[in-house]
């Protein structure tokens, strides 16, 4: 049903004076991408992706998703993965601060036409500015030195009534 209500209002929009639209209220240097359904929810994916592993950070580095916006960008096994990974940390005494920078963001698979729209993304995690911590003591925690820091992380993603969320987030064993 909404994307029903959504195609009918381009429709409308598309028969509105373009300056009465709400669409070309935010200039696009690349107008037909961003009127292109399929360019457009790409794009919202990826997006929802880095955010996602914004709230990760600060969950992270406190020890608890509580008081951040995870729950927005994530849902499902990715949710609760998530909060029982951060809560064995912080029971370890551990915390994660620094940060995560996200590299070659591609969504590989993108369906639109299921009842729950729902894409797969294949991003560069690069962990190496991320720094394991005692909790109390701030002092860094003996980390292998052959760890991955920068691997490849698939994620699936659905878009729900409030938008679009991570479902799953499952880091491959492979360097990038």
Known sequence: MTASACSSDNDDSASKDPKESPSTS????????????????????ISLYSQYWQ??????AKGSADGTDLKKYAAGPALVGAKQEI????????????????????????????????????TCLDVSKWDVVDRKTKKRAALPKDRLTKYVSVATVE???????V??????????
């Open 87 to 122: 809560k064995g940390m912080y029971q370890a005494s551990q915390i994660v601060t620094g940060k995560v920078t996200l590299g070659n963001s591609t969504v590989t698979k993108l369906d639109l036409n299921r009842k729950v729209p729902n894409a797969t993304l294949s």
């Open 159 to 165: 878009r729900w009534p409030d938008g679009w969320k």
């Open 26 to 45: 935010a200039p696009s240097t690349e107008p037909t991408k961003a009127a292109d359904p399929t360019e457009r929810a790409k794009a919202d994916v």
């Open 55 to 60: 709230q990760m950070e600060r969950a992270y």
């Open 167 to 176: 479902i799953k987030d499952e880091p491959q064993e492979k360097a990038c």
